[in-house]
């Protein structure tokens, strides 16, 4: 079973940063398309950024430009640095791992305020 951890959450004021982590276990890695959601209160859970095995990246107009999704193969590890948040960036930010299926984290709360 491919287990799925994020790391890194908290709370961070406006214009402040943070980097999300998430660790994968097994050994094929570095086949996966790597993604990383959020799910405000009462809002669907959406996508953030997504990487592939190639390092292509795919980054949403609204945070483009302030957040960057990176990863490590040899460390089973994904990465979401976070600059410039914002008010509006405060969810639970989850991992996704993909290759034949869909495999979850549990989320990481990220709260952004004064």
């Known amino acids: 079973q491919v287990q799925v951890v994020e790391s890194g959450g908290g709370l961070v004021q406006p214009g402040g940063s943070l980097r999300l982590s998430c660790a994968v276990s097994?050994?094929?890695?570095?086949?996966?398309?790597m993604g990383w959601y959020r799910q405000a209160p009462g809002k669907q859970r959406e996508l953030v950024a997504k990487?592939?095995?190639?390092?292509?990246?795919n980054i949403v107009d609204s945070v483009k430009g302030r957040f960057t999704i990176s990863r490590d193969n040899a460390k089973n590890t994904v990465y979401l640095q976070m600059n410039s948040l914002k008010l509006e960036d405060t969810a639970v930010y989850f991992c996704?791992?993909?290759?034949?299926?869909?495999?979850w984290g549990q989320g990481t709360q990220v709260t952004v305020s004064s």
């Open positions: 990487i592939t095995p190639f390092g292509s990246t």
């Open positions: 097994g050994s094929t890695f570095r086949a996966y398309v």
């Open positions: 996704k791992a993909r290759l034949e299926h869909d495999y």
